[in-house]
Each structure stands twice: as structure tokens, then as C-alpha cells.
């Protein structure tokens, strides 16, 4: 029961959180057609540094090293709100651990961003 609890109560959060970061960006007129990654600027969160200590021991420097059956990152195609989800709860094989405790929301985000930069088709 606990554990349940555990594993949704941030996957809600993370809805609201997409949900308000979402809205924000299709109602920007400004917004240029480039993508802005507005969430590392605004919080001057270091995705290389983070990815470097938390993340290359699986997944490797380009994100297709593969160690654990970690997924490789220069093939998915997986969207934003899945790696949010996947990076804040861990793979439900329990390979890859969840960084919920570790990392921020933001952090969480700007990580999920960083790793569709290794699929050069994305
Ligand atoms: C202990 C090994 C391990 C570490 C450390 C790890 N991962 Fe993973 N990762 C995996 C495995 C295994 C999968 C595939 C899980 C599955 O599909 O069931 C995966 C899948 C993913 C996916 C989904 C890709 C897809 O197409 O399914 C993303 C995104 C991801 N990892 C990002 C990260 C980030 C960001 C970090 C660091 C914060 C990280 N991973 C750290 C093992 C790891």
C-alpha cells in the first residue's frame, strides 16, 4: 500500500508540474520554433555534470553503452513525460533505480530533456 502510494504520488505531481511547464510554452507568442531549454537556464542546472556522476555507468558518455540492458538513448524515441517518469520512478525491471530522492524535479526534467539530445532523428 505504501509502496503504491510511493510510486504515484510523484507521478502526479509530475502531471501538474508538465501540465503548468506545458501550457506556459503554447501560450508564449514570442516563443521561437527552436527549442529553449528553459528550465537548465532558468535553474543553471548542469545536465553534463549530473548525467557524468548519476548516469553514465549504464547508459555511457553518448547514451548507448547498454551496460545493465540499459536503454540505448541514440535509438529511443520515447517522449518527454515517459523519461520524466522513468528517471523519477525507476524501470519498472527495478534495473535502472529511481533518482526521485536524488534529484530535483527540475534536475529530473532537464535530465529527461538532455538524454532526447542523443538521438540525433528526435
Ligand atoms: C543502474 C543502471 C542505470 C542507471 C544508473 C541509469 N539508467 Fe536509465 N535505464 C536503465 C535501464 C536498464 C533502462 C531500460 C529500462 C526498461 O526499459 O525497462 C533505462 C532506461 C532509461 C530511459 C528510457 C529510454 C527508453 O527508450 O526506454 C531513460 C530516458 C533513462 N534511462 C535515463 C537515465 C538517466 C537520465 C539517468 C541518470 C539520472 C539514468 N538513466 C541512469 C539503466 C540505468
Request: charged residues 20%; hydrophobic residues 40%.
Amino acid at each position: 500500500m505504501q509502496t503504491i502510494m510511493k510510486r504515484l504520488l510523484p507521478l502526479f505531481l509530475l502531471t501538474l508540474i508538465m501540465l503548468a511547464c506545458g501550457g506556459g510554452e503554447e501560450t508564449t507568442s514570442e516563443a521561437p520554433a527552436a527549442e529553449t531549454p528553459a528550465v537548465a537556464a532558468a535553474q543553471d542546472i548542469d545536465v553534463k555534470k549530473i548525467w557524468k556522476i548519476r548516469c553514465i555507468a549504464c547508459h555511457g558518455l553518448y547514451g548507448d553503452m547498454g551496460t545493465n540492458g540499459a536503454a540505448n538513448l541514440q535509438e529511443s524515441t520515447r517522449d518527454l513525460a515517459y523519461r520524466v517518469n522513468i528517471i523519477t520512478n525507476g524501470s519498472e525491471n527495478g534495473i535502472m533505480t529511481p533518482f526521485k530522492d536524488i534529484l530535483s524535479p527540475e534536475e529530473i526534467e532537464a535530465m529527461a530533456k538532455y538524454t532526447m539530445t542523443f538521438n540525433e532523428n528526435l
